[in-house]
């Protein structure tokens, strides 16, 4: 079995690149129930592949835009994860935060918005890893977050923080 320990890093080379944002605004965060692609039925942040010559942050801004038809205001990157799946495609995710946005969210082919509690944050309808990563988030810690999955199965995962 491969685990997080197993893959050197330095030379790991994703498929796709790809973003998550995430509004925190007065202790609520903006998810969304994700209606079709990887990880179609469970809760996460709007995100997508990052297109050539788009940076990473643009994509972010354009996922969310598409998906839940607000507009993120001062995004700003907040982390990594290297999601490396045993049986699927290897993503590099930027993982972005804004503290407000421009428009309410609405549900569109792809998402249906769902404003949660930071405190309550739904991590039993969320990726396995997000349990683990999420909390550096939420408290504007800078992270990276080595993962991996079979399946929707995490079978390793590793944080990386400035302070580790």
Request: proline share 6%.
């Amino acid at each position: 079995m491969t685990t997080v320990r197993d893959i050197d890093w330095a030379v790991w080379t994703p498929n796709e690149v790809a973003t998550l944002l995430y509004v925190v605004r007065d202790g609520q965060v903006l998810l969304m129930e994700k209606k079709r692609g990887i990880g179609a039925g469970k809760i996460n942040g709007p995100g997508g592949r990052v297109h050539p010559q788009e940076t990473a942050l643009a994509a972010a801004v354009r996922e969310t835009e598409e998906e839940l038809r607000v507009t993120p205001l001062d995004a700003r990157e907040a982390g990594e994860v290297l999601f490396h799946m045993l049986d699927g495609p290897a993503i590099h995710i930027h993982v972005f935060r804004a503290d407000g946005l421009s428009g309410e969210p609405r549900e569109t082919e792809e998402a249906v918005p769902v404003w949660v509690s930071a405190d309550a944050v739904p991590f039993d309808r969320m990726w396995e890893d997000d349990r683990y990563w999420f909390p550096h988030l939420l408290a504007g810690r800078w992270f990276v977050a080595r993962t991996v999955f079979r399946g929707d199965d995490l079978v390793s995962y590793e944080i990386v923080t400035p302070e580790s």
